[in-house]
């Protein structure tokens, strides 16, 4: 009889173990599947049981880049309750010439959005329209802001100064895990993206899988190639200079000067730097090294602008 009840107790645990591991692996996938799709930018999700929490966080969507795109996100996502991975090829403040005049318009989202005091502390200028320039004559075109709050401008800026604001507002959310490393490749099963697989800031070959993964790698994409085929023209290079201690003739104004053979924009950066994109058509630029730029910039372009300054 005591022997039955040992054997009864014995199959009872094994019986147990194997339930509780069932309850868990359920619990496990039901969490994978919990989320629905985040709109747009989505590349895919995947399918019930196919969810692996291999880094002990329990990441529900991985977000590939901390642009502006990417960090936007990852904090809407992270203030909705989602565990958000971000993987970033590099974490310290870029230093680029793109995205430096924010629209009216991309204020407003901002607030929308509650990312408005990343224009703060870091010298950005507020900018109420444009100035156009050609042939010696000028003309200003103000935004209509009058029906908005009086704080509601465009704002212009060092682009790496309001990423890095963007990327600690994202990561000061407990359930957005920003890391260093470049992703390779995504995972694909069966049509089916699955997560990615990056290298991380110490050279580790690593993967990482989620329900969502969300490509926001930028214009110079490693990745879209594997999800589309892009065609891309490029009739002109933008060349940027940034200007020392000058003043644009409408202070808080865009300057678009329609020069010859194309355009020149000018617009403050911070309150002593002045940012001055200069368009050269075709795709092979004039060369710094031998001086052919400089050339180009003192003999085509400055007699254009000497005018606006
Ligand atoms: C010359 C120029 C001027 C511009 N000026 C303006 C402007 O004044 N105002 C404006 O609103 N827009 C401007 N734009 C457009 C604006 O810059 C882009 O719309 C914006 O930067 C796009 O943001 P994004 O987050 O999609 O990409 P990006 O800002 O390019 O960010 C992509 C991020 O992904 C990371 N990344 C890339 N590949 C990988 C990988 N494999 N693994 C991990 N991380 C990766 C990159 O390091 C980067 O941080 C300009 C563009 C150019 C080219």
């Given at each position: 009889m005591f022997h039955l009840y040992i054997l009864g107790a014995f199959f009872a645990s094994v019986l147990g173990f194997f339930l509780h591991y069932a309850l868990r692996d359920k619990e496990r996938k039901d969490n994978c599947h919990r989320h629905h799709r985040a709109d747009g930018l989505v590349t895919s999700s995947s399918e019930i049981g196919q969810c692996r929490q291999d880094d002990g966080f329990g990441t529900d969507i991985i977000i590939v880049g901390a642009g502006v795109a990417g960090s936007a996100l990852a904090h809407t996502l992270g203030k909705d309750g989602r565990r958000v991975h971000v993987i970033e090829r590099d974490l310290t403040e870029p230093d680029r010439i793109v995205g430096e005049l924010l629209q009216p318009g991309g204020y407003l989202k901002l607030i929308e959005l509650g990312l408005e005091d990343c224009v703060e502390e870091i010298d950005a200028q507020r900018v109420l329209g444009y100035a156009l320039f050609k042939d010696g004559k000028n003309t200003r075109l103000s935004y209509p802001l009058e029906k908005f709050h009086s704080d509601v401008a465009g704002r212009s800026f060092h682009n790496g100064r309001?990423?890095?604001?963007?990327?600690?507002?994202?990561?000061?959310?407990?359930?957005?895990?920003?890391?260093?490393?470049?992703?390779?490749?995504?995972?694909?099963?069966?049509?089916?993206?699955?997560?990615?697989?990056?290298?991380?800031?110490?050279?580790?070959?690593?993967?990482?899988?989620?329900?969502?993964?969300?490509?926001?790698?930028?214009?110079?994409?490693?990745?879209?190639?594997?999800?589309?085929?892009p065609k891309?023209?490029?009739?002109?290079?933008?060349?940027?200079?940034?200007?020392?201690?000058?003043?644009?003739?409408?202070?808080?104004?865009?300057?678009?000067?329609?020069?010859?053979?194309?355009?020149?924009?000018?617009y403050p950066i911070s309150s002593t730097e002045v940012r001055c994109l200069v368009d050269v058509p075709g795709q092979k630029l004039p060369s710094i090294a031998n001086g052919e730029m400089a050339n180009y910039l003192k003999t085509r372009v400055a007699p254009q602008v000497s005018f606006a300054f």
């Open positions: 309001f990423i890095q604001r963007m990327r600690e507002k994202a990561a000061s959310l407990s359930n957005v895990r920003m890391e260093q490393g470049t992703v390779t490749s995504l995972l694909e099963e069966n049509g089916t993206i699955k997560g990615v697989q990056y290298k991380t800031k110490a050279g580790q070959e690593l993967k990482a899988y989620a329900p969502l993964t969300i490509v926001c790698d930028g214009c110079f994409s490693n990745l879209r190639r594997s999800l589309c085929n891309v023209d490029v009739p002109s290079c933008f060349v940027g200079l940034v200007l020392e201690n000058c003043q644009l003739p409408f202070a808080n104004h865009g300057h678009v000067i329609l020069a010859d053979p194309s355009p020149i924009l000018c």
